[in-house]
């Protein structure tokens, strides 16, 4: 609509984002149209010299299975050409609340009127003799980006993590070369880098305190079963090793390198490369040292908002996302969500572009609504803007989210909570029924056949699926997730639904996979009806699917099923 003879043009919204990874990048894709439309004033920082890229797919990398080039979000052309300031390779060192601007390491300073926290978490770095940990809290952050994570303690020559290009590179060059890897922690992240890089070539060790790899997530059945199947893909599983030293030796260059890991018992594991996957932790010095409450990671509500600053708010893997407090002691509830870990940081990058996408919104809703009321002014952000009732918990809690172990031959997949053991269930509320106000009565059905790699678990609640593990059967696996994600009963006789994987099963009488609300990819939550319309639209492969929905961008998990679909409504339109 044009303006009013005379009208002055509005004065934009100075929005800045700090991170510029694929939560970071996916909020400046959504609220790019306010940003064309002059609405707002876009700037972003990010301390890596990279464009935003996939570090789901840095695993695959790392082995030599995808080119750098498949891992790029965006090259920042569109946001450039908007007019939005996209800066690289730069620190951001101080928020300065009071006077709404943020400090950078260079010693300039920008403005804000709205602060997007994006900063992402850091590899955990456990507690080893011979590797000195950085203590952060309220340390400042470096001026220097790439110090952002070593903090002037570099890890020593031979071993690494893998959340970043280099991380991935410094692997890459181990799998190549056919050395041998150490892998310590048992995590997703962690099996699938030790099975990808055994199929690739590598010698790989995999080094866990635990009983099971994954323990967060499979039962023991589950995981004994995984550990089967990855010694048989040529990967060593050392269980019940606490770490507790590294040992070095000197190369020909004169250099300290990783020579072995010992451990507790006395276990020295010798090795070319220590990779560390030991889970990972938000980056909330910034937060910290703005005296904003901070958690697992800085304490938003469901808006996304700061608990303490209606100007500031946080999104992926560094935000913690909990009710804000309704009565007056914000400290009491600050120090007590501390020892809360529900609400906080997933790991996963479905919910964080969830998030990405529902504060972009949020945010053109306010400002063009502000903007429309206010004339020539800006929207006053001195008080919080009320949220309705209804707004979502944009996170993923333990358990609430399914998790995909990626890797060729090995499916697993897991969601809810499996903790329930079918013989310690309590078979009297079956008997004889549940008063009013009783919770429905837990039922566990479990079949296992470790000899050929297969498992699984599922546990209902008034048969409702609530919680489930597979292993090595897909099909089966595919359709848990479909049940779990409805919320659906399972059918009387559980056994009908490993006929999935059976010799004798037929797509086609598994209709309900294809059903069009069912959901295809979880990190972007694109159905088998928008899949469908944009096949119906020219869009037949997977690739021009992914341009399309954003379905197969995120783990690339989902590209089989999308494929299936594919074929589907291609066999469909066949006249």
């Given at each position: 609509m044009p303006e009013p003879t005379g009208a002055a043009r509005p004065t934009p919204e100075r929005i800045v984002v700090v991170g510029y990874g694929p939560v970071g990048a996916r909020f400046v894709d959504e609220i790019l149209p306010l940003v064309e439309a002059g609405l707002a004033d876009l700037t972003v920082v990010g301390a890596e010299g990279e464009h935003a890229y996939n570090r789901v797919l840095l695993a695959d990398y790392a082995v030599g299975r995808t080119d750098r080039d498949t891992l790029d979000l965006t090259d920042g052309s569109r946001a450039r050409a908007a007019?939005?300031?996209?800066?690289?390779?730069?620190?951001?060192?101080?928020?300065?609340?009071?006077?709404?601007?943020?400090?950078?390491?260079?010693?300039?300073?920008?403005?804000?009127?709205?602060?997007?926290?994006a900063t992402g978490a850091r590899a955990n770095v456990p507690t080893l003799d011979g590797v000195k940990r950085v203590r952060r809290g309220l340390m400042k952050p470096g001026a220097a980006a790439a110090t952002l994570d070593s903090a002037e303690a570099p890890l020593p020559s031979g071993i690494s993590a893998l959340r970043d290009l280099a991380d991935a590179a410094t692997v890459l060059a181990?799998?190549?070369?056919?050395?041998?890897?150490?892998?310590?922690?048992?995590?997703?992240?962690?099996?699938?880098?030790?099975?990808?890089?055994?199929?690739?070539?590598?010698?790989?060790?995999?080094?866990?305190?635990?009983?099971?790899?994954?323990?967060?997530?499979?039962?023991?059945?589950?995981?004994?079963?995984?550990?089967?199947?990855?010694?048989?893909?040529?990967?060593?599983?050392?269980?019940?090793?606490?770490?507790?030293?590294?040992?070095?030796?000197?190369?020909?260059?004169?250099?300290?390198?990783f020579e072995a890991l010992i451990c507790a018992d006395g276990k020295q594991i010798s090795g070319d490369l220590l990779l560390l996957s030991c889970g990972v932790g938000a980056r909330t010095e910034l937060a910290h040292l703005a005296g904003l409450p901070v958690?697992?990671?800085?304490?938003?509500?469901?808006?996304?908002?700061?608990?303490?600053?209606?100007?500031?708010?946080?999104?992926?893997?560094?935000?913690?996302?909990a009710a804000r407090p309704v009565d007056a002691d914000l400290g009491a509830a600050w120090n007590g969500a501390r020892m809360a870990p529900a609400g906080g940081p997933s790991g996963l990058i479905?919910?964080?572009?969830?998030?990405?996408?529902?504060?972009?919104?949020?945010?053109?809703?306010?400002?063009?609504?502000?903007?429309?009321?206010?004339?020539?002014?800006?929207?006053?952000?001195?008080?919080?803007?009320?949220?309705?009732?209804?707004?979502?918990?944009?996170?993923?809690?333990?358990?609430?989210?399914?998790?995909?172990?990626?890797?060729?031959?090995?499916?697993?997949?897991?969601a809810g909570d499996t903790a329930a053991d079918p013989f310690d269930v309590d078979d009297s509320?079956?008997?004889?029924?549940?008063?009013?106000?009783?919770?429905?009565?837990?039922?566990?059905?479990?079949?296992?056949?470790?000899?050929?790699?297969?498992?699984?678990?599922?546990?209902?609640?008034?048969?409702?699926?609530?919680?489930?593990?597979?292993v090595g059967m897909p099909r089966t696996g595919a359709e848990l997730t479909l049940l779990f994600e409805r919320g659906s009963e399972l059918p009387a006789d559980r056994s009908v639904l490993l006929r999935f994987d059976g010799p004798d099963y037929d797509p086609e009488t598994a209709g309900d996979a294809f059903a069009p609300e069912s959901t295809v990819c979880w990190c972007n939550g694109v159905t088998v009806e928008a899949i469908a319309a944009s096949a119906a639209a020219g869009n037949v492969t997977v690739a021009c699917i992914g341009a399309a929905t954003r379905a197969g961008t995120g783990c690339g998990g989902c590209k089989g099923r999308i494929g299936e679909v594919l074929e589907r409504a291609a066999a469909q339109s066949v006249p």
């Open positions: 007019g939005a300031r996209i800066l690289t390779g730069t620190a951001v060192v101080a928020v300065n609340r009071t006077i709404r601007t943020v400090s950078l390491g260079d010693g300039s300073t920008l403005p804000y009127d709205r602060l997007v926290l181990a799998v190549q070369a056919g050395q041998r890897i150490v892998v310590l922690g048992a995590g997703v992240l962690g099996m699938e880098i030790a099975l990808a890089a055994a199929a690739a070539g590598a010698q790989v060790c995999v080094v866990y305190h635990g009983e099971i790899p994954m323990n967060r997530n499979l039962d023991r059945g589950a995981g004994s079963v995984l550990t089967r199947s990855a010694r048989r893909a040529g990967v060593t599983m050392v269980n019940h090793a606490r770490a507790e030293s590294v040992l070095f030796h000197h190369d020909d260059a004169g250099v300290e390198r958690s697992t990671g800085v304490l938003v509500d469901e808006s996304l908002q700061s608990w303490a600053d209606a100007a500031i708010h946080a999104i992926g893997d560094c935000a913690h996302v479905g919910p964080g572009w969830r998030q990405a996408d529902s504060l972009a919104a949020r945010f053109s809703a306010e400002i063009t609504a502000g903007m429309t009321t206010a004339g020539t002014t800006t929207v006053d952000w001195g008080a919080a803007p009320a949220v309705a009732e209804s707004a979502p918990v944009l996170a993923a809690g333990p358990g609430a989210s399914v998790v995909m172990l990626k890797a060729e031959g090995i499916d697993v997949v897991a509320a079956h008997a004889h029924g549940c008063a009013a106000g009783d919770p429905a009565p837990l039922a566990v059905a479990q079949w296992a056949d470790p000899e050929h790699g297969r498992y699984v678990k599922m546990v209902t609640r008034g048969g409702i699926l609530t919680g489930f593990v597979c």
